[in-house]
C-alpha cells in the first residue's frame, strides 16, 4: 500500500478534497489494516490542519478486513447524521477485501443495511495487482453511489475536486432508464457497452440497482439502431423511442417517473454537439480494445480523428485521452491489421 500509486496518491487526493471543506462540514477517517479503528475522531472543516495531519499520519500494514472498516465508518456516519444532508462514506482500498466478509454479495446484503439511513458510499479503487474494481462498482451501486479508479494526481483531481463536488449533493436515487423502440422503425438495437450488465439484463427475474444521480451530473447511453429497411428512418416523423427516467427523491420511498418521447428526425453526425462527437470517440475507442466483433469498418485512425475533431484543445483530459489513443495504436495497432488481413 506504500507504493507510490496507492496510499501516497490517495493521501495527495484526500489533501485536495479537504481544500475545499467548509467550517459546517465533518470529517472523520476510519482505517482498516492490521486492525480497524478510528483515527481521526469527527472533525470541523475548518480545522482542515488536523484533517491534513491526520491525513499525513497514514500508514500501511496489515491484511484487508473490509467488512469490519466499512461497518465502522457507516456506525461514525451514523453518530453524525444529518437529516436531509449530505452523508457519505468515502471507501479507498488498493486490493480485494480478504477477511471478514469478502464475497461481492455479503457486502452488497452489508451496504444495502445501511443506506436506507441516508448515507451514501463513494468507492475509489488505486493500485494494480489484486484490484477488483468490480466489486468496488457493485458496492457503489448497492450504497446509492458512485465509483472510480484513481491512477495519477491529476485523475484524483477530477474524481475528488471536479467531478465530485457534482456528485457529492444527490438529487434523485435509485435512478435508471427504460428504452421502448418503436418497431415499425427499429428491427434492432444494441446498447453499446456496460457488458458487466449483461447477465442482468438476462435474468427477468432479477431487479435493475438504479444509481444516485448528483445535482451536475450527466450520462450518454449510445445505442447501435438497425432501421426496418433502409429508408424507414430517414424523413419519418413518428416516434423513434419512448425513454423513461425511474428515480426517487432522496429520502423519499416514492417511486418517480419522467418521459420523452425521441423524434425520428435525425441529426448527421458532424453536425453533433461537440461532447456527443467526442463520447462517440471513447465509445469506438473501447471497441477497439475490447476487439469488439461490431468494430470492423474502422480502426484506430479514425478513433484519433475523431477525438480531434470533436476536442477542446484547452481541455486537459481531452488532449490527455487522444494521447491514450495513439499509444494504443502503437501498441496494438500491427496486431489490429494482421487479424484483419487474417480475415480477408
Known amino acids: ?16 478534497l479537504v481544500n475545499n471543506l467548509r467550517p459546517i462540514d465533518t470529517v472523520s477517517i476510519v482505517t482498516y489494516g492490521s486492525s480497524v479503528a478510528v483515527s481521526l475522531q469527527p472533525t470541523s472543516g475548518r480545522d482542515q490542519k488536523k484533517i491534513l495531519e491526520a491525513i499525513e499520519d497514514l500508514a500501511p500494514g496489515g491484511a484487508t478486513p473490509g467488512e469490519a472498516g466499512i461497518r465502522a465508518a457507516y456506525r461514525v456516519a451514523k453518530s453524525q447524521l444529518i437529516r436531509g444532508g449530505n452523508n457519505r462514506v468515502i471507501l479507498a482500498t488498493d486490493g480485494d477485501f480478504n477477511e471478514g466478509e469478502t464475497s461481492e454479495e455479503e457486502l452488497e446484503k452489508l451496504v444495502t443495511q445501511y443506506k436506507d439511513w441516508g448515507v451514501y458510499l463513494t468507492c475509489l479503487g488505486v493500485g494494480m495487482g489484486n484490484y477488483k474494481d468490480s466489486k468496488l462498482e457493485a458496492l457503489a ?101 419512448r425513454v423513461v427516467l425511474n428515480y426517487r427523491l432522496p429520502n423519499d420511498h416514492v417511486a418517480r417517473a419522467s418521459y420523452y418521447e425521441c423524434s425520428s428526425q435525425l441529426t448527421p453526425f458532424e453536425k453533433l454537439q461537440p461532447c456527443y462527437r467526442f463520447a462517440s470517440s471513447i465509445a469506438l475507442f473501447g471497441g477497439l480494445l475490447k476487439k469488439s466483433r461490431f468494430i470492423r469498418q474502422a480502426d484506430w485512425k479514425d478513433a484519433i480523428l475523431m477525438a480531434e475533431h470533436a476536442s477542446d484543445p484547452g481541455d486537459g483530459m481531452q488532449q490527455e485521452f487522444i494521447a491514450l489513443i495513439e499509444k494504443a495504436r502503437r501498441i496494438y495497432g500491427k496486431s489490429h491489421r494482421r487479424r484483419h488481413e487474417e480475415q480477408d
Do not use: C
Request: aromatic residues 8%; without cysteine; hydrophobic residues 40%.
Open 141 to 241: 451501486k448497492k450504497g446509492n453511489g458512485n465509483f472510480a479508479y484513481l491512477d495519477n494526481a491529476m485523475e484524483a483531481e477530477k474524481v475528488l475536486v471536479r467531478e465530485f463536488t457534482q456528485t457529492v449533493y444527490a438529487v434523485a436515487d435509485d435512478a435508471y432508464l427504460n428504452i421502448d423502440f418503436n418497431p415499425g422503425l427499429v428491427k434492432s438495437y444494441r446498447l453499446i457497452g456496460f457488458d458487466n450488465k449483461e447477465k442482468v439484463l438476462s435474468d427477468t427475474l432479477s431487479q435493475l440497482q438504479g444509481g444516485e444521480v448528483g445535482s451536475g451530473h450527466s450520462l450518454l447511453a449510445l445505442f447501435e439502431v438497425a432501421p426496418v429497411d433502409a429508408d424507414s428512418v430517414r424523413g419519418n416523423a413518428d416516434r423513434l423511442a
Open 1 to 16: 500500500m506504500d507504493l507510490p500509486n496507492k496510499l501516497p496518491l490517495l493521501k495527495s487526493a484526500f489533501k485536495l
